[in-house]
DNA sequence: CCTCCTGCCTAGAGCCTCTAGGCTAGAGCC
DNA sequence: GGCTCTAGCCTAGAGGCTCTAGGCAGGAGG
């Protein structure tokens, strides 16, 4: 009987289709071990734990999702980025709800920090921004305000949050729309 | 050796209880048998599954949420009303964190829709907006775009995404800053 | 050719959900 | 007071999951 060949990318690339496939929480080692025609237990020498699978899968997603998010931007300014980067996020979580929802776990910071990945979307986002003239603090206060929305907006989606008749597509816009007004007409203390 | 007195809605209380303990996820049937003094197979008689009493649990916590919310709001009008209820929220969500995580999961829409809180909800925040002198569809582009940026900003704190320097309690106040701009000059379909 | 290490294995503990079936105390009826 | 019915608990057991400990074999490198 001859090696399986896992291998830690292998071992995420499959969590990450089945994350899609029946929900991230769903993801289990046994399961994996099965698609791979191993036994459960070989997994752990590829993977500290369930835990550190999860984190993987989720600096893998986020990589993967801030990736067509810069090439959507790319080229753009102002609320064209803006539409943009909204456009391809709400994209990605729906492409990949199982991915999506992998980027959301709680990490260790320090691990998160150093990530590649984290640096360009702070990156890409707070320059996205400079275009409407913001400083300190209110630059990181708009980047808080815009992935609160984004990211508010697909998970109340995926939980099947809006029950109204009206289209969640004519809504997103819309909220995109609100988010450009909001930015510049950004409150500035009066004094 | 007496009844134990279990009941659902004592079950409903203490997975509330632990939920905000440990987190919505961990809240296991064995473990509130262990704390009624009870074996696990004795609560299915008291409810279907574990979903059940998830659910259960979500109609419970969205429930108390909304008293607090219209405690909050009840009096107050335009922008006043929109920064109670968003203080009321963002309280909730950060006293009861796993009972917030309950309101958030995916649930039968036909138990949603009849559910009284789910109504009072609908109301409240239909007729706060009211003072945005907006109409259909806007009014329900604009509830959702509260809904989202209120969820967004209270689930990226609890899995720690703010990791900037900056007050989360000021970017907070901020963000509803924003979300009244944003009301107050709504984007209209020119033509 | 030999050694080592990698990649798999078995065995087993512990926790969880959920089903099937049974016993019993107390409530309601005659 | 006796009778029945049922709610609320029980034991037994299947099956899925994570994770540890320890073992074996085949291919790569000295």
Redo the contacts between chains.
């Keep these: 009987m001859g090696r399986a060949g896992v291998s830690v990318e292998r071992l995420v690339a499959a969590a990450a289709e089945m994350a899609d496939e029946v929900g991230f929480?769903n993801v289990t080692l046994s399961a994996l071990a099965r698609g791979f025609g191993v036994k459960d237990a070989s997994l752990y020498s590829h993977v500290r734990n369930l835990k550190e699978l999860r984190t993987r899968l989720a600096l893998f997603a986020g990589g993967e999702m801030i990736d067509r998010i810069a090439a959507a931007v790319a080229g753009r300014a102002g609320k064209d980025a803006l539409a943009a980067f909204a456009g391809a996020y709400r994209e990605y979580a729906h492409r990949h709800p199982g991915r999506y929802a992998a980027t959301?776990?709680?990490?260790d910071?320090t691990l998160?920090?150093d990530s590649p990945a984290m640096r360009r979307t702070a990156g890409i986002t707070y320059s996205m921004l400079r275009a409407y003239g913001l400083d300190?603090?209110?630059l990181?206060?708009?980047v808080?305000?815009l992935?609160?929305?984004?990211?508010?907006?697909c998970?109340?989606e995926?939980?099947?949050?809006?029950?109204?008749p009206?289209d969640v597509d004519?809504?997103w816009d819309?909220?995109v729309?609100?988010?450009?007004?909001?930015?510049t007409?950004?409150?500035r203390e009066e004094r």
């Design positions: 929480e959301q776990i709680r990490i910071q998160v920090a300190e603090p209110d990181t206060d708009a808080r305000l992935r609160s929305t984004f990211h508010g907006y998970a109340l995926a939980t099947g949050g809006f029950a109204a009206r004519a809504s819309k909220a729309d609100a988010l450009h007004t909001a930015l007409h950004w409150p």
